[in-house]
């Protein structure tokens, strides 16, 4: 297990109380956070499962919560059809399901997360669930935003009773060997199209970078993160709401970069993906 001292702490007022009530009831548990009502097909959740889940969830409805300044969340229901087996999930009806995504996914239409039960299907779950809290805060949210977020939920932790983060350092050395190598901007991430993320060939990339930006606004402040979301949702685009709360797009760049900056003698890891 990593000792305390080498995970990051997501910011102090995000960090949730150490002691949560579960009650059960048939698919259904409580949280102090939302309900998380889990219909299980040939498939099964432990206690302690649930109980993780559970702690998990509360805290990412907390993270919304912050970033949006509600309580809405504290009653946000999450449905998720829970498949034991592959055949089951993959006969999903085509409306519902996306073949590109083997373990799980998100359906806005009916507000349901759909998962595998695959070996590591807890943090696919974690993911998910993420896609349907940020629904109920930001309808049609732009896919940085819903899946960087997403990806930086499915890298949490529990220890001790709290919950923490750890670096995916998979994304952080994409981004860091970009800047290395002289080929990484923002503005030419910014301009992505939607597809991009059904893309295989594009996205590592994308998904990479989305998580990059919004693990660096959650160690830099977040703060700005929350005064961005504000712009956003008033109709303005990603790049002019980084403008306005960095005091300009190149200075919010600037920062970016300095962030992931490779270190003195680092050696690129030739993470080489199809911006294109």
């Not at 989305?210 to 830099?220: A, E, G, H, K, T």
Request: charge should be positive; charged fraction near 20%.
């Amino acid at each position: 297990m990593t000792k305390p001292g080498a995970i990051d702490n997501i910011s102090r007022r995000l960090k949730l109380p150490g002691f949560i009530v579960l009650c059960f009831f048939i698919a259904t548990f409580y949280s102090n956070a939302q309900v998380l009502k889990i219909n299980t097909i040939n498939s099964s959740l432990s206690k302690d499962d649930r109980a993780y889940y559970g702690k998990m969830a509360a805290f990412e409805a907390k993270f919304f919560n912050t970033v949006f300044g509600t309580t809405k969340n504290d009653s946000c229901l999450v449905t998720v059809e829970f498949y034991g087996k592959l055949k089951e999930y993959n006969s999903l009806p085509s409306r519902v399901s996306n073949s590109t995504f083997i373990d799980g996914f998100y359906s806005p239409f009916y507000n349901k997360v759909y998962t595998y039960k695959s070996d590591r299907y807890m943090s696919v779950l974690i993911h998910e669930t993420s896609h349907c809290i940020l629904e109920n805060n930001y309808h049609n949210s732009p896919q940085w935003l819903n899946e960087g977020v997403a990806t930086l939920f499915s890298n949490l932790v529990l220890q001790n009773g709290d919950v923490y983060y750890t670096k995916n350092l998979g994304n952080i050395n994409l981004v860091k060997d970009m800047i290395y190598d002289g080929t990484f901007n923002l503005k030419s991430f910014f301009n992505y199209n939607p597809r991009d993320f059904m893309d295989v060939t594009k996205r590592p990339y994308v998904y990479a970078v989305s998580y990059d930006i919004v693990y660096f606004l959650v160690n830099f402040d977040i703060d700005y993160l929350q005064r961005t979301l504000v712009l956003m949702q008033q109709g303005v685009s990603t790049m002019d709401a980084f403008g306005r709360v960095f005091g300009g797009f190149d200075k919010f760049e600037k920062r970016f970069k300095d962030f992931y900056k490779p270190e003195v003698g680092y050696r690129a890891h030739l993470f080489k993906y199809d911006q294109n």
